[in-house]
Protein backbone atom coordinates (compact mmCIF):
# COMPACT_ATOMS: atom_id res chain seq x y z
CA UNK A 1 0.00 0.00 0.00
CA UNK A 2 1.59 3.46 -1.08
CA UNK A 3 1.61 6.26 1.59
CA UNK A 4 -0.07 9.26 0.12
CA UNK A 5 2.26 12.09 -0.17
CA UNK A 6 -0.08 14.46 0.98
CA UNK A 7 -0.07 12.74 4.20
CA UNK A 8 3.81 12.82 4.20
CA UNK A 9 3.88 16.39 3.74
CA UNK A 10 1.02 16.74 6.35
CA UNK A 11 3.33 14.93 8.90
CA UNK A 12 6.37 16.71 8.00
CA UNK A 13 4.76 19.81 8.69
CA UNK A 14 3.67 19.16 12.08
CA UNK A 15 7.31 17.41 12.59
CA UNK A 16 9.12 20.54 11.38
CA UNK A 17 7.52 22.87 14.05
CA UNK A 18 7.71 20.66 16.41
CA UNK A 19 11.27 20.25 16.03
CA UNK A 20 11.80 23.98 15.73
CA UNK A 21 10.01 24.30 18.98
CA UNK A 22 12.61 22.10 21.03
CA UNK A 23 15.54 23.69 19.66
CA UNK A 24 14.29 26.96 20.54
CA UNK A 25 13.47 25.55 24.81
CA UNK A 26 16.81 23.81 24.48
CA UNK A 27 18.84 26.88 23.20
CA UNK A 28 16.80 28.61 26.35
CA UNK A 29 17.95 26.22 29.13
CA UNK A 30 21.11 25.44 28.69
CA UNK A 31 24.67 26.78 28.21
CA UNK A 32 26.05 26.06 24.79
CA UNK A 33 28.07 22.89 25.43
CA UNK A 34 29.16 20.57 22.57
CA UNK A 35 26.59 17.53 23.06
CA UNK A 36 23.84 20.03 22.90
CA UNK A 37 25.19 22.48 20.45
CA UNK A 38 25.63 19.10 18.31
CA UNK A 39 21.50 18.04 19.23
CA UNK A 40 20.38 21.78 18.42
CA UNK A 41 22.29 21.93 14.79
CA UNK A 42 20.77 18.58 13.98
CA UNK A 43 17.00 19.26 15.46
CA UNK A 44 16.85 22.07 13.06
CA UNK A 45 18.82 21.03 9.98
CA UNK A 46 15.57 18.04 10.76
CA UNK A 47 13.34 20.76 11.02
CA UNK A 48 14.26 22.44 7.78
CA UNK A 49 14.18 19.21 5.61
CA UNK A 50 10.50 18.63 7.38
CA UNK A 51 9.69 21.54 5.86
CA UNK A 52 11.20 21.22 2.32
CA UNK A 53 9.35 17.91 2.39
CA UNK A 54 6.07 19.51 2.82
CA UNK A 55 6.38 22.61 0.26
CA UNK A 56 7.95 20.38 -2.59
CA UNK A 57 5.48 17.49 -2.15
CA UNK A 58 2.49 20.11 -3.88
CA UNK A 59 4.57 21.47 -6.07
CA UNK A 60 5.95 17.73 -7.64
CA UNK A 61 3.00 15.79 -7.22
CA UNK A 62 2.09 12.43 -5.72
CA UNK A 63 2.15 10.56 -9.15
CA UNK A 64 5.20 11.83 -10.11
CA UNK A 65 6.83 10.87 -6.17
CA UNK A 66 4.72 7.62 -6.47
CA UNK A 67 6.93 6.84 -9.61
CA UNK A 68 10.33 7.94 -8.66
CA UNK A 69 10.93 5.06 -6.46
CA UNK A 70 9.23 2.00 -5.54
CA UNK A 71 6.01 1.79 -2.13
CA UNK A 72 8.55 0.26 -0.06
CA UNK A 73 10.54 3.08 0.31
CA UNK A 74 7.75 5.75 1.17
CA UNK A 75 6.66 3.31 3.27
CA UNK A 76 10.62 3.38 5.21
CA UNK A 77 10.03 7.00 5.07
CA UNK A 78 6.83 6.92 6.40
CA UNK A 79 8.44 4.75 9.34
CA UNK A 80 10.86 6.99 10.36
CA UNK A 81 9.04 10.14 10.56
CA UNK A 82 6.88 7.78 13.23
CA UNK A 83 9.97 7.06 14.62
CA UNK A 84 11.16 11.02 14.82
CA UNK A 85 7.45 11.80 17.12
CA UNK A 86 8.68 8.95 19.26
CA UNK A 87 12.04 11.03 19.28
CA UNK A 88 10.30 14.29 19.73
CA UNK A 89 8.15 12.75 22.61
CA UNK A 90 11.48 11.82 24.63
CA UNK A 91 13.21 14.95 23.58
CA UNK A 92 10.26 17.12 24.77
CA UNK A 93 9.83 15.03 28.18
CA UNK A 94 13.83 15.73 29.38
CA UNK A 95 13.05 19.74 28.03
CA UNK A 96 10.27 19.49 29.90
CA UNK A 97 12.02 18.46 33.04
CA UNK A 98 14.70 20.71 32.69
CA UNK A 99 12.77 23.52 32.37
CA UNK A 100 10.64 22.88 34.91
CA UNK A 101 13.55 23.73 37.55
CA UNK A 102 12.64 25.71 40.27
CA UNK A 103 14.97 29.03 41.63
CA UNK A 104 15.55 31.89 41.52
CA UNK A 105 19.79 32.76 41.50
CA UNK A 106 20.47 29.26 40.40
CA UNK A 107 17.79 27.78 38.04
CA UNK A 108 20.30 28.14 34.96
CA UNK A 109 22.88 26.16 36.61
CA UNK A 110 20.15 23.86 38.09
CA UNK A 111 18.53 23.45 34.71
CA UNK A 112 22.45 22.91 33.14
CA UNK A 113 23.19 20.28 35.76
CA UNK A 114 20.06 18.40 35.34
CA UNK A 115 21.20 18.37 31.27
CA UNK A 116 24.04 17.19 32.46
CA UNK A 117 22.86 14.04 34.18
CA UNK A 118 20.75 13.35 30.59
CA UNK A 119 23.90 13.73 28.70
CA UNK A 120 23.55 9.90 27.99
CA UNK A 121 19.95 10.56 26.68
CA UNK A 122 20.86 13.33 25.01
CA UNK A 123 23.38 11.43 23.29
CA UNK A 124 20.98 8.59 22.15
CA UNK A 125 18.24 11.53 20.63
CA UNK A 126 20.96 13.11 18.94
CA UNK A 127 21.63 9.61 17.05
CA UNK A 128 17.90 8.97 16.17
CA UNK A 129 17.54 12.56 15.26
CA UNK A 130 20.99 12.37 12.76
CA UNK A 131 19.59 9.37 11.50
CA UNK A 132 15.86 10.68 10.50
CA UNK A 133 17.71 13.68 9.13
CA UNK A 134 20.10 11.32 7.24
CA UNK A 135 16.73 9.21 5.46
CA UNK A 136 14.46 12.33 5.13
CA UNK A 137 17.39 14.51 3.47
CA UNK A 138 17.73 11.12 1.37
CA UNK A 139 14.12 11.53 0.49
CA UNK A 140 13.85 15.36 -0.37
CA UNK A 141 16.76 14.82 -2.74
CA UNK A 142 14.36 12.38 -4.49
CA UNK A 143 11.02 14.36 -4.40
CA UNK A 144 12.84 17.74 -6.09
Known amino acids: MMID ?10 LA ?4 DVALYIAKITKV ?5 TLQKEIDSLSKIFSSIHAHIPKVGSYTIASRTDARHWDNVWQAMEDS ?39 LLQREVSSCRQVMDMSLQIII
Not at 33 to 37: C, G, L, M, Q, V
Open 85 to 123: KDTLARLNKIVEDVNKTKGNIFRKGLQQLKMDWKAGDVA
Open 5 to 14: PLSLAATAST
Open 33 to 37: DRAIE
Open 17 to 20: KSFR
